[in-house]
């Protein structure tokens, strides 16, 4: 089974709108953390939000927050105000605890490609 | 350096022979992933190392693939007898601890493997 889904294999937005990334996962743990990475085509890994499994509140950096939806297991990325350079792979990633606590996994979905049209 | 260092950023073989990939993590950085990534698609998980150990193995495709971490420093990726499926640019990343914390992965540039 998938640990993570990402359902939109492609996103188009305007540029200065917002748009929402989806991300949903699978676990059986109750501690684990989420992860939002972007890729440009120049092919870097760019980390841009954690949010942990325990935090009451949706996670914010700058123009990115996390959507944080626990009893959904979902974790949508939302960006506000997209620019031309957001255009990029992004990926949501979880980290969870294996084998007796020893293993702590850091599982990717398969992305989501945005496009921010001028 | 500063950040996590592959080498070498690009590698031509023929199919067939052997390749060494090599990571060297951010230092003080305990947990070290290795990561394939086919043109335009996701990360595929191969291996974790937590210090120089390997708790998770499940990834790698193939007994071709082996990965080694010394010192609990730099790691070293190994593809035995390269098929042109093994193409692909191989992703290496680090981080502070394995923990749940909001440790972040810090990436590699990636080693772009092309196998003819």
């Known amino acids: 089974a998938q640990k993570i889904t990402q359902t939109q294999p492609g996103m188009f937005v305007q540029e200065k709108e917002a748009v929402t990334l989806d991300c949903t996962y699978d676990t059986s743990d109750q501690s684990y953390g989420l992860f939002w990475y972007k890729q440009p085509s120049s092919g870097e890994m760019i980390f841009l939000i954690y949010?942990?499994?325990?935090?009451?509140q949706n996670a914010t950096e700058g123009r990115y927050s996390l959507n944080f939806q626990k009893a959904r297991k979902s974790a949508n990325l939302v960006i506000s105000a997209s620019q031309l350079g957001d255009s990029a792979m992004y990926f949501c990633?979880?980290?969870?605890?294996?084998?007796?606590?020893?293993?702590?996994?850091?599982?990717f979905g398969k992305g989501t490609l945005l496009t921010v049209n001028p | 350096g500063a950040g996590v260092s592959q080498s070498p950023s690009n590698k031509v073989t023929e199919k067939g022979k052997d390749v060494e990939l090599r990571c060297d993590p951010i230092?003080?950085?305990?947990?070290l992933y290795w990561y394939r990534q086919s043109l335009g698609q996701g990360l595929e998980f191969l291996i974790y190392f937590q210090g120089n150990s390997a708790p998770d193995k499940s990834g790698l495709p193939s007994d071709r693939f082996s990965a080694e971490r010394t010192g609990g420093s730099v790691s070293t990726l190994t593809i035995q007898r390269t098929q042109q499926e093994d193409s692909a640019v191989y992703l290496c990343a680090s981080s502070l601890g394995g923990g749940l914390g909001s440790t972040e992965a810090f990436f590699g540039q990636g080693t772009r493997l092309t196998v003819v």
């Open positions: 990633a979880m980290r969870e605890v294996n084998s007796g606590g020893s293993n702590y996994k850091l599982t």
């Open positions: 949010q942990g499994s325990y935090d009451e």
């Open positions: 230092s003080g950085h305990t947990a």
